[in-house]
């Protein structure tokens, strides 16, 4: 059984910044890729940021030179920094495994329950 746990959401200013770590545990062998994505009132979900194992990063293009993902492979983390916020950032954001190894099974993707961004002044 994998656990996915998100924090770090929260009540922001516009151009502040906030972190938000995702701690994955289980019997978790290895995880291809983790990222984030969001999902604001009225919209679909939608991808802001992944990264694999190997380090490759992608972006959604309304984050590039705001927002940083990072991982750290040996404790199953992902994080999402964000700079310059904006209240069109506001959303529920989620952290999502694709592909993830454990000691008995495999699967293709998981979702944490979400943590709440919200962007005002």
């Known amino acids: 059984q994998v656990q996915l746990v998100e924090s770090g959401g929260g009540l922001v200013q516009p151009g502040e910044s906030l972190r938000l770590p995702c701690a994955a545990s289980g019997s978790i062998i290895s995880i291809d890729a983790m990222g984030w994505y969001r999902q604001a009132p009225g919209k679909e979900r939608e991808l802001v940021a992944a990264?694999?194992?190997?380090?490759?990063?992608n972006y959604a293009d309304f984050v590039k030179g705001r927002f940083t993902v990072s991982r750290d492979n040996a404790k199953n983390k992902v994080y999402l920094q964000m700079n310059s916020l904006q209240p069109e950032d506001t959303a529920v954001y989620y952290c999502?495994?694709?592909?993830?190894?454990?000691?008995?099974?495999?699967?293709?993707?998981?979702w944490g329950p979400g943590t709440q961004v919200t962007v005002s002044s």
């Open positions: 990264v694999t194992i190997d380090g490759s990063t």
């Open positions: 999502k495994l694709d592909g993830v190894w454990t000691g008995l099974h495999f699967l293709s993707y998981y």
